[in-house]
């Protein structure tokens, strides 16, 4: 079935720092890649998406490259704030020869912490 | 921006009771999905609902139950509570099917001692 890792965390920066979060996916078929965000107390609100290969997603600083080749979706900022500081989930949607309705299949997450 | 409503936001329950959660998912949005969320553990689906039929179904107990109304808000029914069911349940909404991009609502914490 398909499957999301992320890199383990916790991740702790100073601000202004780089990031990168490691994700890994396996899955049949050209699935969506996703990245989620979700800060204290809240529910989970997307990121960025990219949905074939060689697609870049940014927003907000943020940026992730779809590379089949290496079957990976890492997410990258080159310079973070302390209220980027939450715990960041990568997710697929699979699309194996029909329609997945939507579901999403999550990583484990990695929570980020930014000190000033 | 009309969000994801959830309710109660909070929920404590003892073994073996029953639970009732609500989702409105935001105006026009055809489609409602039920995650659990373990502590430190990323959403794990439960169910989804497509113009009120269910359209997939994950890793939810048989205990549990859920539906979509004609108003297009969903419940989530949770019987004979067991102490692992303590969790975040969030509900998420999406204006068309199969696209990802999932609204979360803030979601609703329940406590099973």
């Known amino acids: 079935g398909d499957s999301v890792t992320q890199m383990e965390g916790p991740v702790t920066l100073s601000e202004e720092a780089f990031l990168t979060i490691n994700c890994t996916y396996t899955a049949t078929g050209y699935p969506s890649l996703f990245w989620y965000v979700q800060y204290p107390g809240e529910g989970l609100q997307l990121l960025l998406k990219?949905?074939?290969?060689?697609d870049k997603g940014s927003n907000k600083g943020f940026e992730a490259t779809y590379r089949k080749e290496t079957t990976s979706f890492h997410l990258e900022k080159g310079s973070v704030q302390v209220s980027d500081s939450a715990v960041y989930f990568c997710?697929?949607?699979?699309?194996?020869?029909?329609?997945?309705?939507?579901?999403?299949?999550f990583g484990q997450g990695t929570i980020l912490t930014v000190h000033p | 921006a009309a969000g994801v409503i959830q309710s109660p936001r909070h929920l404590i329950k003892e073994k073996r009771e029953t639970a009732t959660l609500k989702c409105y998912p935001i105006?026009?949005?055809?489609?409602v999905y039920w995650y659990q969320q373990g502590p430190g553990q990323d959403p794990q689906f439960l169910i989804s609902?497509?113009?009120?039929?269910?359209?997939d179904k994950g890793s939810i107990p048989d205990r549990f139950s859920a539906q979509q109304f004609s108003d297009y808000h969903s419940e989530l029914n949770m019987s004979s509570l067991e102490l692992g069911d303590s969790a975040l349940y969030f509900c998420?909404?999406?204006?068309?099917?199969?696209?990802?991009?999932?609204?979360f609502g803030e979601g609703s914490r329940l406590t099973v001692l």
């Open positions: 998420a909404s999406s204006p068309t099917l199969n696209t990802g991009e999932l609204f």
């Open positions: 990219a949905t074939k290969a060689d």
């Open positions: 997710a697929l949607l699979g699309n194996a020869g029909g329609t997945s309705y939507g579901k999403l299949t």
């Open positions: 105006p026009r949005h055809d489609t």
């Open positions: 609902f497509y113009e009120k039929m269910q359209s």
